[in-house]
């Protein structure tokens, strides 16, 4: 979707920066995991803040928690920029700009949260909240192509990187395969977001990415252990 940013003021984009980071920032999966009496996660399984990890607790329901927050947050973080911005901000294309940063603030609060020294999570739940906040049939796309990587491999850290690597891709060429998809968010600025946010995810899944080219990196429902698993997210 081609945006006019000739007249746009940096201070309200540079608010929806912080209030996506701050937002993005809140530690879910550390937080449910204290309620929950299993004490600091980032001391079990791969000591990542994400769902990926609660689930290495044993308790489901925490884990399908901090996943559903940690996608809200980022979700939240596009609508509540959108619909500030609409009164704010002169342009048209404003309050989705207003939108698409705040998501990136977000996925840059999850991955480095100043309250616990810039060491966050990897950051895919909340990608994947961002990207169906701002184009959501980019955002379903990644989502069933997580689900299915995961389906055939088995390997969270590889369904999260091809669902993430894709969606870029998705998000410049589906307008242009289903005109209607543009009326929905779909189109280069999100494709740029998009972009970053892959680029963000992979570099964090480093560590990952070395454990699959040596075919060590654990199945879905193994390495507990810390020395064997780093794929939350």
């Keep these: 979707m081609p945006m006019d940013t000739a007249a ?9 920066l912080a209030g996506g980071y701050l937002l993005g920032s809140i530690p879910f999966g550390l937080v449910l995991a204290y309620l929950g009496g299993y004490g600091d996660i980032r001391k079990i399984g791969s000591g990542n803040i994400g769902a990926t990890n609660v689930l290495r607790t044993g308790n489901k329901p925490l884990a ?3 996943l559903v927050l940690d996608s809200g947050k980022g979700a939240i973080a596009v ?7 609409m009164s704010v901000l002169p342009s048209p ?11 990136g603030g977000a996925m840059l609060g999850h991955t480095f949260p100043v309250w616990l020294g810039f060491k966050g999570g990897k950051g895919v739940a909340t990608a994947l909240g961002v990207l169906l906040a701002t184009s959501w049939p980019v955002g379903v796309i990644a989502c069933l192509t997580w689900l299915l990587v995961a389906v055939l491999f088995r390997i969270s850290s590889l369904s999260a990187l091809v669902a993430l690597a ?10 242009a395969v289903c005109p209607v998809a543009a ?3 779909a189109g280069g600025a999100e494709a740029v977001l998009a972009l970053a946010i892959a680029v963000l995810v992979w570099v964090r899944h480093h560590a990952n990415i ?3 080219l040596a075919g060590t990196e654990p199945r879905i429902g193994q390495g507990k252990k810390k020395s064997s698993a780093d794929t939350g997210n």
């Design 210 to 212: 070395r454990r699959l």
């Design 183 to 185: 009326g929905f968010g």
């Design 79 to 85: 609508g509540v920029a959108h619909c500030l911005a």
């Design 8 to 16: 746009l003021p940096l201070m309200p984009l540079l608010l929806a």
């Design 93 to 103: 294309d404003a309050p989705h700009l207003a939108a698409l940063v705040a998501g």
């Design 64 to 66: 399908a928690a901090t």
């Design 166 to 175: 894709l969606a870029p891709l998705v998000a410049c060429f589906l307008p």
